[in-house]
């Protein structure tokens, strides 16, 4: 059983950073590919960035290199570093993790990140 905790969200202006983080518990953490994921108001939950267990990562393409994903597995976490942020980046942003990317076994509870002035 693995649970994931997000954390780091809040309140920044446009153009701002934030670096969010995923701690998960259990010691296979570190064999599963993570995912995040954000839902805005209204709207579906989109896939942002995807890290596997070996480190290979994937970006949505809407994202145009403004975030940054990666692992500590020495700390079962990964985090997602969030560049020139935008009020259309307002959501609840979630990981996931599971063995196979798309196949997520477990989701996280989400952080609110809000973009405005």
């Known amino acids: 059983q693995v649970q994931l905790v997000e954390s780091g969200g809040g309140l920044v202006q446009p153009g701002g950073s934030l670096r969010l983080s995923c701690a998960a518990s259990?010691?296979?953490?570190?064999?599963?590919?993570v995912g995040w994921y954000r839902q805005a108001p209204g709207k579906q939950r989109e896939w942002v960035a995807a890290?596997?267990?070996?480190?290979?990562?994937n970006y949505a393409d809407f994202l145009k290199g403004r975030f940054s994903i990666s692992r500590a597995n020495d700390k079962n976490t990964v985090y997602l570093q969030m560049h020139s942020l935008k009020p259309e980046d307002t959501a609840v942003y979630y990981c996931?993790?599971?063995?196979?990317?798309?196949?997520?076994?477990?989701w996280g509870q989400g952080t609110q990140v809000t973009v405005s002035s």
């Open positions: 996931s993790a599971g063995r196979v990317f798309g196949s997520w076994n477990y």
């Open positions: 259990g010691s296979i953490f570190g064999s599963y590919t």
């Open positions: 890290i596997t267990s070996g480190g290979s990562t």
